[in-house]
């Protein structure tokens, strides 16, 4: 059974970074292409940023490109996001998730942290 497991979010101000971690047990790491999604209050769930197995592939939602950036590190099972110039609208929910291949759907992906609170104020 792969489990994900989120780093503990928090509270910045607008402008600030913040770097979010997932490490997956249970499985092959390598085995996985991974994503970052979000919810905020009232809206649905959307993708936010993928990788391929060998990072040599990734994705970014429109509203995050040049801010956020997806990596890996297959030696340590992790993979992160880095945030930067935050902005309040950037306040969700944010989940990592695996697929069994690179994707930006997020039907694609079948395994689901449980999710770390980020809140961006004003």
């Known amino acids: 059974q792969v489990q994900l497991v989120e780093s503990e979010g928090g509270w910045v101000q607008t402008g600030g970074s913040l770097r979010l971690s997932c490490v997956v047990s249970g499985g092959t790491f390598t085995d996985y292409a991974m994503g970052w999604f979000r919810q905020a209050p009232g809206k649905e769930r959307e993708i936010t940023a993928a990788i391929s197995r060998r990072s040599l592939v990734k994705y970014y939602a429109e509203v995050v490109k040049d801010r956020f950036s997806i990596s890996r590190d297959n030696a340590k099972n992790t993979v992160y996001l880095q945030m930067d110039n935050l902005k309040p609208e950037d306040t969700a929910i944010y989940y990592c998730?695996?697929?069994?291949?690179?994707?930006?759907?997020?039907?694609?992906?079948?395994?689901w942290g449980q999710g770390t609170q980020v809140t961006v104020s004003s």
């Open positions: 998730a695996s697929a069994p291949k690179y994707s930006s759907r997020m039907d694609d992906y079948d395994n």
